[in-house]
């Protein structure tokens, strides 16, 4: 008796898992063809806040590039019938419809205590608008221009400088939103020349002692130590105090980036050494040498290539020591002096508890230091774990 065999039916997989297969699928292939910067990038978007850390890190430099733009008043332009006003906030509607706008100051003095009062009259309204007329000046120095973002409507009748104070006046009547805005192209483009030339030095003297070892590496290495071993703070007092008073605020700025520029760059190069140690005997490194390659390209056409996300990563976290270091210096009179403007320098106000005490809103520059100082630290962090190969 013949037994008829059964034929089962292939087994149908669910539609969902069939489509997960295949993106897993087309994802498994675009990695294996994707370039190195394309997997950093890949990398990088799934880390959330390191890509808002970016944004706001963006706006600060475009903060920086745009100042005179996004002023409100000359921020050199004092008036002492002006000193010490408190914000003005800005109000929205006026009887139930939209009116950009706010309340005038009336400022009277206290006949006890000989102190300023100012308080908003609110019957007098100063209307606003977006790019509105105001103080001239040279768009990236060199395209004359007089508007800006946010100003009075009619400037004939009343000015940015006696009637807008944003964030309050400082004790010589100068707006202080206007000058936040103008440290911050200070304060963060010392971040930028002092990484370069931290990163220029690290990268040629690091490379340098991995590469050739023996006396050179000796000299190099010790000359990082003896740097390591003295005390940053009281060194970098001593160099800034040192710099003549007649100097110019150009002058100043760029000797206190090369001081701040030339205690960091030890870290980056004990880790550019260690690379090049580990690199310096690999395939690529010796048939460079038998080619006949220069030691010149084979430092910084093959080896410095290599690692070359590390080094963005370093730079982005080397970033926020530079903006503190020239906080900390400001802030104690012994880095860039007035008439320079940076959030240290506009910081040296608050250096005594009645000043906090009675003019709060003279801290407001110590504000885009902390939120710029976390963005950079996260975006530094996002970089270092998408450059990674391990993660």
């Not at 037994?3 to 994802?27: C, F, G, H, M, W």
């Not at 890509?51 to 008043?73: D, K, M, N, P």
């Not at 707006?175 to 220029?200: E, K, P």
């Not at 410095?304 to 503190?324: C, G, K, Q």
């Amino acid at each position: 008796m013949s037994q008829e065999s059964t034929v089962l039916p292939p087994i149908q997989k669910p539609p969902v898992q069939q489509a997960e297969r295949d993106q897993a699928n087309e994802l498994e292939e675009r990695l294996s063809v994707a370039s190195q910067r394309q997997l950093m990038w890949m990398r990088f978007k799934r880390h959330r806040l390191a890509l808002v850390a970016t944004v706001i890190v963006l706006l600060f430099y475009l903060a920086a590039l745009g100042a005179e733009f996004l002023a409100t008043s000359d921020p050199t332009l004092g008036r002492s019938a002006r000193a010490v006003v408190p914000p003005q906030p800005i109000y929205l509607f006026d009887n139930g419809r939209f009116r950009l706008h706010v309340c005038g100051v009336e400022g009277s003095r206290d006949p006890y205590t000989m102190q300023k009062i100012y308080k908003r009259d609110c019957s007098r309204k100063i209307d606003l608008k977006f790019f509105a007329r105001g103080f001239e000046y040279k768009f990236l120095g060199l395209i004359p221009a007089n508007i800006h973002l946010l100003g009075v409507r009619d400037p004939e009748t009343y000015t940015a400088e006696e009637t807008l104070f944003l964030l309050g006046t400082d004790i010589q009547g100068r707006d202080l939103y206007s000058r936040i805005i103008y440290g911050t192209r200070t304060s963060m483009t010392i971040g930028l020349i002092g990484v370069a030339l931290s990163l220029a030095l690290g990268i040629v003297l690091g490379g340098i002692s991995g590469f050739f070892g023996g006396v050179i590496d000796n000299i190099i290495q010790r000359t990082i130590e003896i740097i390591r071993s003295i005390p940053t703070i009281p060194l970098w007092m001593g160099l800034a105090a040192a710099l003549p008073p007649d100097w110019s605020v150009l002058q100043i700025y760029f000797a206190i980036t090369i001081i701040v520029s030339l205690f960091a760059w030890t870290d980056l190069a004990r880790v550019v050494r260690g690379r090049f140690l580990a690199m310096r005997e690999e395939d690529f490194v010796t048939a460079a040498l038998v080619t006949g390659a220069t030691w010149q390209a084979i430092i910084f056409r093959h080896m410095v290539p290599s690692f070359y996300s590390h080094l963005i990563a370093s730079a982005t976290l080397a970033i926020p020591f530079m903006i503190i270091s020239e906080t900390a210096l400001s802030f104690l009179g012994l880095g860039l002096r007035p008439p320079a403007i940076s959030w240290g320098v506009l910081l040296q106000a608050t250096q005594n508890v009645q000043a906090i005490a009675l003019t709060p809103w003279l801290m407001f520059p110590a504000v885009p230091v902390i939120v710029a100082i976390l963005a950079l630290n996260f975006m530094g962090d996002g970089l270092r774990d998408a450059a990674d190969p391990y993660s």
